[in-house]
């Protein structure tokens, strides 16, 4: 019984992360209809910011958040206007051929930089936490990303539902030309829609690296957990991505328990599920 | 009246234009290298390794060991190894290797079709790779429909031995003789009074995982050993606490592991967190053998063991492997692994073939690797030598266990090549 509930704690841990991890791509997708097929790639650009910060400056993981947080809102800026803005309005072909180019770009360019060899840090602060409650074993590693991946949802949920300028990227998003009418500037809130999903995938990045190696191929892991979350959860909405994540971590925590080739199968299967009930995902709304 | 006269001197003038240049023209083709150039003073092998992906650090350590031994065979060396004393291919009047390179990306279709455009290509004698057994299995499907020898050093599936191919020929030990050597050690251990009655596997899916547990479970039966816990991961899973706390459960006197890096650095984080560790972690090589294993997980993995192809150590023993690997190091800045000596071995043994066949025709080949012979000391590995069975197995090929201690692997068995004593159970390794 206890092997149970360590399944499931663990997978509510890691759900939070995926839960987090998804977060960017569903803004994007909920605010211009683009899907970001290099998402995955700012995550693992944000992972290898978090590295550099801990081997050249020493600095721990969740020390250098903010700094990683910013390096990938920057990132996500530089996405936008490079690459993002010029095929906005255009077909949905060309717009996934762009982000799809993106990532290949950025796996090629990691490589080319950093080599492919995997980087760990080693004794992060977080390392040295453990809590045991009833026979369950909670690493610190986990309940840190847990917990910054949960207050990195809620800040972004905070944001985009409860504050003007929240309100404002959201008009953008549902009608481009009413929202310019009010006086918003739909290119610059579609921007900053950018640099908030890059700073919450950099943060996603930065808390990861408690726990995981980073590689140029490090965003493939959690992108494919991040898509079913996405759908799962409803594209588009923050709050189904929180939902989700917990939904598809908990499925594969206990299906690890009893048929461990099947945790991605299970995963999949849950999305099945829900879509063929409610296809637009558990809180989605189209 | 003929009035086409004056034409007459131009038109011939033409024809003499027309047939020099067709003349010139297969002179030139003549000299290009066709399907079967004997007189090419080339010889072109191609390469297939994962180059990016993740897998990249593994693809380009193997292709460092294929490059030097090309550089070995080409260029004039003092040392006991094949084709090292003189400049090329002797039995080819000096011709030289030229290694052509492919990227797999670590994908076995992509593998296959790498295959087909570089032999297709043309002037292809051979083929090496291709690091991942499930690449190296599509990749020499291929070679083998091509008429193309293929020859791998580093994967290890069994299953690659056991299709019955003619063209081709794996000079490193498959996962049975790696098993074996394991299961000696095993043995020996229990000698000395170590509790081994039932183990446990633990592996990534896929091929080589898959294949490492059926050999693991044929010989814990033949040896009389219980497997009561068979546990498997996807390769891109972010969490292994279920698979690690089912392990737990069955309580394992040793745990077979198969994964690669990212995998295996999870594995031993999950451990720890865990408070977990078997009496006995047996790793077949990979993830294990990466030295960013070694960096990312520090103290926490010291007493996990693994199968070895080829160790630094090795060369301690012998003087040509001595050499190699210091070359090795000074050329790429990295040190040589059981990787790049395997694939360093491989691409020596071709040469050697190729040499022996004083010919760059496929077929040819291939009949001189099928009676290839190389003694033990004219390698740098801890093998008896080189010798292909009829399923294009090399019998003499051999592993030892090196198990991780105070940060670095140390070689535990056999006992002609081992360093120092085993630690067992493992938590004895880390309580220092």
Redesign the interface.
């Given at each position: 019984m206890t092997?149970l509930a360590?399944?499931v704690v663990?997978?509510i841990l890691?759900g939070a992360?995926?839960a987090l991890v998804a977060v960017g791509l569903t803004l994007i997708y909920g605010v211009m209809d683009i899907v970001n097929f290099a998402h995955g790639e700012m995550l693992m650009l944000g992972m290898y910011s978090s590295f550099f910060a801990w081997s050249l400056f020493g600095l721990d993981p969740l020390v250098s958040l903010p700094m990683t947080g910013l390096a990938i809102a920057l990132t996500g800026a530089l996405m936008y206007y490079g690459v993002i803005a010029r095929v906005l309005g255009k077909s949905p072909l060309a717009q996934i051929i762009a982000t799809f180019g993106v990532q290949v770009f950025l796996?090629?360019l990691a490589?080319f930089l950093w080599?492919?060899?995997?980087?760990?840090v080693?004794?992060p602060w977080a390392d040295d936490l453990?809590i045991r409650v009833a026979g369950v074993?909670i690493?610190g590693?986990?309940l840190i990303m847990a917990i910054g991946a949960v207050v990195t949802t809620g800040a972004v949920a905070l944001f985009m539902n409860r504050t003007r300028t929240g309100g404002a990227i959201r008009a953008a998003g549902e009608d481009p030309s009413a929202a310019s009418l009010m006086g918003i500037n739909p290119q610059r809130m579609y921007a900053l829609a950018w640099v908030i999903a890059g700073a919450a995938t950099g943060v996603a990045g930065g808390l990861l690296m408690n726990?995981?190696?980073s590689?140029?191929?490090?965003g493939?892991?959690?992108v494919?957990?991040a898509f079913v979350v996405v759908a799962l959860g409803g594209f588009g909405s923050i709050a189904g991505a929180a939902v989700a994540g917990l939904l598809v971590?908990v499925a594969?925590?206990?299906?690890?328990?009893y048929a461990?080739?099947y945790?991605?199968a299970a995963a999949l299967a849950l999305y099945l599920l829900v879509v063929l009930v409610r296809p637009q995902g558990l809180l989605g709304t189209r | 009246m003929r009035h086409n006269e004056g034409q007459g001197p131009v038109r011939t003038q033409a024809t003499i234009a027309l047939l020099a240049s067709i003349a010139i023209g297969l002179a030139g083709c003549g000299s290009s290298t066709g399907g079967s150039a004997d007189q090419s003073d080339e010889v072109k092998i191609a390469g297939l390794w994962p180059l990016?992906?993740?897998?990249?650090?593994q693809?380009?350590d193997v292709l460092h060991g294929a490059e030097l031994a090309v550089e070995v065979v080409n260029g004039v060396y003092d040392l006991d190894l094949p084709l090292a004393r003189e400049a090329g291919l002797p039995g080819l009047g000096g011709a030289k290797l030229s290694l052509v390179t492919g990227d797999t990306q670590g994908k076995p279709e992509v593998g296959a079709s790498e295959v087909d455009r570089l032999v297709t290509g043309g002037g292809i004698t051979a083929v090496v790779g291709s690091y991942q057994s499930g690449v190296t299995l599509t990749a020499s499907q291929r070679a083998e429909r091509l008429g193309v020898p293929f020859v791998n050093g580093e994967s290890s599936s069994t299953a690659l031995t056991q299709r019955g191919l003619k063209w081709f020929f794996r000079t490193g030990p498959s996962d049975e003789t790696f098993a074996t050597t394991m299961f000696d050690y095993l043995a020996a251990r229990k000698q000395r009074g170590d509790q081994i009655s039932s183990v446990g596997i633990l592996h990534t899916?896929d091929q080589y995982g898959n294949d490492g547990t059926t050999v693991t479970k044929k010989l814990a039966a033949e040896r009389g050993l219980q497997v009561t816990a068979d546990?498997?991961?996807?390769p891109?899973?972010?969490?292994l606490?279920?698979?690690v706390?089912?392990v737990r459960?069955k309580q394992p006197d040793v745990l077979f592991v198969l994964a690669y890096?990212?995998a295996a650095?999870?594995l031993m984080?999950t451990f720890q967190?865990?408070?977990y560790y078997p009496p006995a972690l047996l790793a077949y090589g990979a993830g294990f053998s990466?030295?960013?294993?070694l960096?990312?997980?520090?103290a926490i993995s010291n007493g996990a063991a693994s199968r070895a192809a080829w160790a630094t150590e090795i060369a301690d023993k012998r003087t040509s492997a001595k050499t190699i690997a210091e070359l090795f190091q000074k050329k790429y800045n990295a040190p040589m692994t059981e990787n790049s000596a395997r694939s360093f071995t491989a691409m020596l043994a071709l040469a050697q073939a190729i040499n022996d066949a004083k010919s760059t025709k496929p077929d040819a080949v291939r009949e001189a690797l099928s009676v290839l012979k190389v003694p033990s000391d004219q390698t740098i590995m801890p093998w008896d030598g080189i010798a292909f069975d009829d399923k294009g197995q090399n019998i003499q090929a051999h592993g030892v266990v090196q198990q991780l201690i105070d940060g670095k692997y140390r070689v535990v068995f056999p006992p002609e090549y081992a360093t120092t004593e085993a630690v067992w159970p493992m938590t004895k390794a880390q309580s220092k």
């Open positions: 092997d360590q399944a663990n997978g890691i992360v995926f796996r090629g490589q080599t492919p060899d995997t980087r760990t080693t004794g453990r074993v690493g590693p986990q726990g995981y190696s590689s140029p191929t490090a493939v892991t959690f494919l957990m971590g594969q925590g206990v299906v690890g328990l461990p080739s945790t991605l | 990016s992906g993740s897998n990249a650090t693809g380009n899916n546990v498997s991961f996807e891109t899973a972010a969490d606490g279920s698979q706390t089912q459960a890096t990212d650095i999870k984080k967190q865990l408070d990466d030295p960013a294993f960096t990312g997980t520090g």
